[in-house]
């Protein structure tokens, strides 16, 4: 079966960087996009970015464009997102899915498959 797995997450300081990973398996992911959402205490899953699985296509949200990063390598079946200038409202849980589309979405519920998480918390 389809498994995503994300590892990475930590504290960090304000300022700092974290690079989080996402192994997938389980399929042939060349027909799907990736995307990683967040969510924080008491707010709802968030939409961060998404890159089709050649790499072809990204696309972030407006409040981390500049500082996160999406990217695929595609030998080890694994995307990234690179953060840096990290703040403290980037706290929260990181969720790396998988839509079975060749092109970028942003919405939820257009993924099918997701990771367990892995918390971030960027101290002030």
């Known amino acids: 079966q389809v498994q995503l797995v994300e590892s990475g997450g930590g504290l960090v300081q304000a300022g700092g960087s974290l690079r989080l990973s996402c192994a997938a398996s389980?399929?042939?992911?060349?027909?799907?996009?990736m995307g990683w959402f967040r969510q924080a205490p008491g707010k709802e899953r968030e939409f961060v970015a998404a890159i089709t699985w050649s790499g072809s296509s990204t696309y972030a949200t407006d409040s981390v464009k500049g500082r996160f990063t999406i990217s695929t390598d595609n030998a080890k079946n694994t995307v990234y997102l690179q953060m840096n200038s990290l703040k403290p409202e980037d706290t929260a849980v990181y969720y790396c899915?998988?839509?079975?589309?060749?092109?970028?979405?942003?919405?939820?519920?257009?993924?099918?498959?997701w990771g367990q998480g892995t918390r971030v918390t960027v101290s002030s």
């Open positions: 899915a998988a839509a079975t589309y060749n092109r970028i979405v942003t919405s939820s519920r257009s993924y099918v498959y």
């Open positions: 389980g399929r042939t992911f060349s027909s799907y996009s």
